[in-house]
């Protein structure tokens, strides 16, 4: 059976990714208590990285919240895997950090990462709500226009 968060997934029309593997030396999540540190996430989707570019120079604002988007359901998805498919385990999310790549006139970084906070706050309601930074990077691994990770309490 479905937990609410699923549910909730379903009822937007979201369907997750399978959990990215890690591209490099590294794994996708740690845990420690109850918490749940998730490597940063890029926007790929079934093995094809998207939105790669600047913002401000090749990528819209509306290609970097897509961005965005795509990279906290890469998110969700290894919060997924973490908890053994039992999202409604999730207390709430911490704290999310959003690199944009960016050109050094862009400054609506915020708002690029609005993206991911809007959507999760979305799919997990109060819950998904988190303290955050979104800065500017000069670059970004595979020329990606946007990297985020994220921390989430469980129980």
Aim: proline content about 5%; overall charge negative; glycine content about 12%.
């Amino acid at each position: 059976m479905a937990g609410a968060i699923d549910a909730r997934l379903a009822e937007i029309g979201i369907k997750l990714p399978d959990a990215p593997l890690p591209a490099a030396n590294y794994v996708p999540y740690v845990i420690t208590g109850n918490l749940i540190f998730i490597a940063g996430q890029i926007p790929a989707s079934n093995g094809e990285v998207k939105f790669i570019g600047k913002l401000g120079a090749d990528l819209s604002t509306d290609d970097g919240i897509s961005a965005a988007r795509l990279c906290v359901l890469n998110i969700v998805a290894q919060a997924k895997a973490a908890l053994g498919g039992d999202l409604d385990r999730v207390v709430r999310f911490v704290k999310v950090g959003g690199f944009v790549n960016s050109t050094e006139n862009f400054t609506d970084h915020p708002k690029i990462i609005n993206g991911a906070s809007d959507l999760l706050v979305k799919i997990f309601g109060d819950s998904g709500r988190h303290a955050r930074f979104a800065v500017g990077a000069s670059s970004l691994p595979l020329g990606i226009g946007v990297e985020i990770d994220a921390v989430i309490e469980f129980n």
